[in-house]
């Protein structure tokens, strides 16, 4: 089992950026996919971005892609997400998820295969 924990959110200009972290308990961290998912107000949880257990593989969605990336670094139990040039309809709370996988190149971009998430993290971009 594991817990994540999201930091890094807050308000932001449009055109800035924001790095979000999510940090893991446990020392099997390097046994889950991570992803996170974002959910504005009225609006269904959406994917944003996966990445392996080995931090080879990742994956975006196209309403973020060549603006975010998803990193991973198994030594501190930390998977982050660096996101530029954003946007108010990136306004959001954020959520990290973790998903125990045996494949170490496997991403995973359903909400429903995760197993675990977290609490989120809020992100106002102003206009």
């Known amino acids: 089992q594991v817990q994540v924990v999201e930091s890094g959110g807050g308000l932001v200009q449009a055109g800035g950026s924001l790095r979000l972290s999510c940090a893991a308990s446990?020392?099997?961290?390097?046994?889950?996919?991570m992803g996170w998912f974002r959910q504005a107000p009225g609006k269904e949880r959406e994917f944003v971005a996966a990445?392996?257990?080995?931090?080879?593989?990742?994956y975006y969605a196209d309403a973020v892609k060549g603006r975010v990336t998803i990193s991973r670094d198994n030594a501190k139990n930390t998977v982050y997400l660096q996101m530029n040039s954003l946007k108010p309809e990136d306004t959001a709370v954020y959520y990290c998820?973790?998903?125990?996988?045996?494949?170490?190149?496997?991403?995973?971009?359903?909400?429903?295969?995760?197993?675990?998430w977290g609490q989120g993290t809020q992100v106002t971009v102003s206009s």
């Open positions: 990445i392996s257990r080995s931090g080879g593989n990742t």
């Open positions: 446990g020392r099997t961290f390097s046994s889950y996919a």
């Open positions: 998820a973790a998903d125990r996988i045996l494949r170490q190149t496997t991403v995973v971009f359903e909400a429903f295969e995760y197993d675990y």
